[in-house]
């Protein structure tokens, strides 16, 4: 309660916030001077206030985060985004999947990773998800990936499935190049690319006549955590 009543405070706020999150629990007065704060789009630390609630697990919170996705400051829209994937806010899907068409990279890259940690009860974002690999940016193509991979489902890898295609040639091109100069390094090539890209190259790994790469190197091909 004593740090609560510093919350709102312009000097000593940030410290509060950082002390009741660290501190953990779920102590009423807490949260809901967070929250208060959390609501607020002219609060100076409204970022730190979602981050604070995300730490504390404040499920109740969540209507608080979706509302500051449309925060004018970028930073605060980033904190919004992370902390309901932090949450894994299921009901914040609609809400997520708008702020892939955010006016910033940034923020655009947070709501996906956010939509990567909801997982499978995300689907209703496959579409959204699938146009994201076609972004200018590689940040945000590398986020719908990831997010096209946690949610699953037969319409996100066929996306992904496609998205791999495009870099076929490329891949094998570099295979055969890493496996000519240094064959100890193509595990580290595979490493290094999304799943369905290591899966199309995975025929010809297998097919290496070299058993210290064929072997190491056909697991990496298939594994999600490569």
């Not at 102590?27 to 609630?53: C, E, K, Q, T, Y």
């Not at 509302?67 to 309901?84: E, F, H, N, W, Y």
């Not at 899907?93 to 499978?120: N, W």
Request: proline letters at 5%.
């Amino acid at each position: 309660p004593a740090l609560a009543r510093h919350v709102a405070d312009a000097t000593s706020g940030p410290n509060a916030m950082q002390a009741i999150a660290k501190i953990g629990g779920d102590d009423a007065a807490s949260i809901a001077a967070l929250r208060r704060v959390a609501a607020s789009p002219n609060a100076p630390h409204r970022a730190l206030a979602l981050a604070a609630l995300a730490e504390l697990g404040a499920l109740s919170s969540v209507p608080d985060m979706v509302a500051a996705l449309s925060d004018t400051r970028v930073d605060t829209r980033i904190l919004a985004a992370q902390s309901l994937g932090r949450l894994r806010a299921v009901e914040s899907v609609p809400a997520l999947t708008a702020r892939l068409q955010d006016a910033e990279p940034q923020v655009r890259t947070a709501a996906a990773d956010a939509l990567a940690s909801i997982g499978p009860s995300a689907r209703a974002a496959t579409q959204a998800l699938a146009r994201q690999l076609d972004a200018a940016d590689e940040r945000q193509r590398n986020a719908a990936r990831r997010a096209l991979a946690a949610i699953g489902g037969t319409e996100a890898e066929a996306a992904l499935r496609t998205d791999a295609q495009r870099f076929a040639e490329a891949d094998l091109a570099q295979f055969r190049a890493v496996r000519a100069s240094d064959a100890r390094k193509v595990a580290d090539l595979l490493r290094e690319l999304p799943l369905e890209r290591r899966r199309l190259l995975a025929p010809t790994v297998a097919l290496d006549t070299d058993f210290d790469v064929a072997l190491p190197c056909a697991g990496i091909a298939f594994t999600h955590d490569a």
